[in-house]
């Protein structure tokens, strides 16, 4: 079954595969694999005798190789669910033919505008086709790009077969947009020796390195009471979450105020009632060691916060989310030499730089599978302004041709 990758990709985008933060199955939700039996089917279509999905929702599916000598074994893997911050039911995926540096008017909802002085790197895109959702929902570019792409290559080895390539093997994975999407991955089974994620953004980047990143969890606990009878009784947790809110800095430590390779911490959920209130945040930085440096930071704001307020007292925890790939990416050269070989026999200036947040492939790294990251074209993901560049997508799947070709050749 041949399709173009802007046909592929449509069909993808059109299939609702949001995951849930809340959810406390795994897949977070049942959706997500309408479209991973959708690239089982595909990818058996293709000849790949061993596409599955496992009772976990991973797809695993093997390019066996077509050389005599034995070389490593790469993986290539995309994530099928779609962000929990902007919906993703609905999506109605529009091809902007020959794009000429014009206003994007989304239909669905005028008020959406997709300009260049936004969206600066559309300027550079001037000529290609652009796909955008309609204006209500994301597109899901982030990751069905990838998923495209890594598709459009199995069909592309697979009708040129005088291509040398080793195994490659192909890894489909749930929840990766609610930091669970390796949660069950069976490293054995999947037998890779190194990989690539399929997970970037603009033409020609290569993400070798990540945040490091760590959960906090602020419980503060206040004092219930009556509110009839409340007079100097009630101290209402609610009410210090939001003062030590209100005492974070304003001009630093979040996302919205840094930028490059400084960390940050970030509120992400809370909730609670006047007797006990939570706020859960995320904490990044290029540098491990200094998440803890930041937990200490917001641990001394509670603790200063609730000193204000008699009778109350906070607990904080923290857990380990994910690690800087770096750390383990860089122990093996060859895995970057040759993703960037790739990106220039593919006529593209390489475009080295630094995830601020991260991957499926930060936490393979750790699992014992290197995998850093390539670009797709994904852009301004997890909201209605989101679109993907077909031209970006076809290039993004030459480079894994080459790269085929150069791990066959080591």
């Known amino acids: 079954m041949n399709k173009n990758i802007a046909d592929r990709f449509c069909d993808y985008a059109k299939i609702d595969t949001q995951s849930d933060p809340n959810s406390t199955t795994f897949p977070s939700t049942e959706k997500q694999k309408d479209l991973s039996r959708l690239l089982v089917t595909e990818l058996l279509e293709m000849g790949l005798e061993d596409a599955h999905l496992d009772e976990h929702g991973y797809v695993y599916a093997t390019l066996k190789s077509n050389i005599d000598k034995k070389v490593p074994t790469i993986c290539f893997c995309a994530h099928v669910d779609t962000s929990p911050d902007c919906t993703g039911t609905n999506v109605k995926p529009i ?7 014009q206003d994007l008017v989304l239909p669905d909802d005028p008020e959406q505008v997709i300009s260049t002085q936004q969206h600066p790197y559309l300027k550079e895109r001037i000529g290609d086709d652009i796909i955008t959702a309609s204006g209500t929902t994301l597109l899901g570019a982030d990751d069905k790009a990838g998923v495209a792409v890594i598709m459009d290559f199995v069909q592309y080895m697979r009708n040129n077969p005088q291509l040398p ?4 093997r192909i890894l489909f994975t749930p929840d990766e947009e609610i930091g669970r999407g390796v949660d069950y991955v069976n490293i054995e089974k999947l037998a890779a020796d190194y990989g690539y994620t399929l997970d970037g953004g603009v033409r020609g980047s290569y993400e070798d390195e990540t945040f490091s990143a760590d959960g906090a969890t602020i419980n503060f606990y206040g004092v219930s009471a009556h509110p009839g009878y409340a007079k100097g009784k009630l101290v209402n947790a609610l009410k210090i979450a939001g003062d030590f809110l209100n005492r974070l800095p304003k001009d630093s430590f979040s996302p919205e105020t840094t930028s490059g390779r400084i960390g940050f911490v970030h509120p992400v959920t809370m909730g609670g009632v006047a ?8 904490v990044r930085d290029f540098e491990t060691a200094k998440l803890e440096e930041h937990e200490n930071r917001l641990r001394e704001l509670a603790e200063a916060t609730v000193a204000d307020y008699p009778g109350t007292h906070m607990e904080m925890t923290t857990e380990e ?3 800087n790939m770096k750390e383990v990416v860089v122990l093996t050269p060859a895995i970057s030499e040759y993703a960037i070989k790739a990106i220039e026999m593919a006529g593209i200036v390489p475009k080295m730089s630094s995830a601020r947040g991260g991957t499926d492939g930060s936490r393979l790294s750790f699992m014992g599978l290197p995998c850093p ?3 797709t074209g994904e852009m ?11 031209q970006d997508m076809e290039k993004s ?14």
């Not at 390539?165 to 490659?168: F, Q």
């Not at 480079?399 to 050749?409: C, K, M, R």
Request: positive net charge; glycine residues 8%.
């Open 95 to 101: 091809i902007h033919k020959n794009y000429q540096g």
């Open 165 to 168: 390539h080793g195994d490659i």
């Open 275 to 282: 007797e006990h209130a939570w706020i859960k945040f995320i």
């Open 321 to 323: 989310q994910y690690r």
């Open 373 to 375: 990251n390539i670009f």
């Open 380 to 390: 301004a993901f997890h909201g209605k302004h989101e679109y993907v560049s077909v």
């Open 397 to 410: 799947r030459e480079v894994l041709v080459h790269l085929a070709g150069l791990w066959a050749s080591h």
